[in-house]
């Protein structure tokens, strides 16, 4: 058996008639820590967008003055928050929240 190295590349011949090709990249070896990295990254991202969105949906179930607050700054979260409810079969939570709004402006 014959071994033949080339940059990054090691070729194996067999005498018997076959040809193997075995190609190692050094770059695979230096690029797997990156790609960990990287799966790490976007791990952490998405454990931090989920226990975020749970923190705002709890905020705003429990809390009527904070979808007040949400309905000014972000009306686009609270119109979601209030249709994952009622797809929840809750009904109802909308239209208490623009009566206590409106009697509140009175």
């Given at each position: 058996m014959n071994y033949f190295y080339g940059s990054g590349i090691k070729f194996v011949y067999v005498h018997s008639g076959l040809h193997v090709v075995i190609v190692?990249?050094?770059m695979a070896r230096t690029m797997e820590p990156l790609a960990k990295?990287?799966?790490k990254g976007v791990l952490v991202v998405?454990?931090?967008?989920v226990f975020g969105?749970?923190?705002?949906f709890n905020k705003?179930?429990?809390s009527q003055d904070f979808?007040?607050?949400?309905?000014?700054k972000f009306p686009f979260i609270l119109e979601v928050y209030y249709k994952s409810i009622e797809?929840?079969?809750?009904?109802?939570?909308r239209e208490q929240d623009q009566e206590k709004w409106l009697n509140s402006k009175n």
């Open positions: 190692k990249l050094r990295k990287i799966f998405e454990l931090v967008g969105a749970y923190f705002l705003m179930n429990t979808r007040q607050t949400m309905s000014k797809q929840s079969g809750m009904y109802g939570v």
